[in-house]
């Protein structure tokens, strides 16, 4: 059983940043391929940005690319998402997702992802 805590939301004008943090538990998050998603109220949960296990590879949704930054830090059991230069239509709550071996074939499908966290509001005003 893996836990996913996340923390970092708030309210923030637009233009504005957020720092999103992922903490997860288990002896093998270097295995764990991490992903983020926001669901706003009445849509979909879609993906936002995952990284691969070594942190090498990343992968974003076209509307936060360039503005959201995806890392993490295996010695800390830690997925971050950096976002920048916010916007209203960012306003959702986030998820961090853990896809354990085997892993899933697609990044961007929330089916393919074992553990969520319970998420964390992110609030943008204009």
């Known amino acids: 059983q893996v836990q996913l805590v996340e923390s970092g939301g708030g309210l923030v004008q637009a233009g504005g940043s957020l720092r999103l943090s992922c903490v997860a538990s288990?002896?093998?998050?270097?295995?764990?391929?991490m992903g983020w998603f926001r669901q706003a109220s009445g849509k979909e949960r879609e993906f936002v940005a995952a990284?691969?296990?070594?942190?090498?590879?990343?992968y974003q949704e076209d509307s936060v690319k360039g503005r959201f930054t995806i890392s993490r830090d295996n010695a800390k059991n830690t997925v971050s998402l950096q976002m920048n230069s916010l916007k209203p239509e960012d306003t959702a709550v986030y998820f961090c997702?853990?896809?354990?071996?085997?892993?899933?074939?697609?990044?961007?499908?929330?089916?393919?992802?074992?553990?969520w966290g319970q998420g964390t509001q992110v609030t943008v005003f204009s």
């Open positions: 997702a853990a896809d354990l071996p085997p892993y899933g074939s697609r990044r961007y499908r929330p089916r393919d992802y074992n553990y």
């Open positions: 288990g002896r093998t998050f270097s295995t764990y391929i």
């Open positions: 990284i691969s296990w070594s942190g090498d590879r990343e």
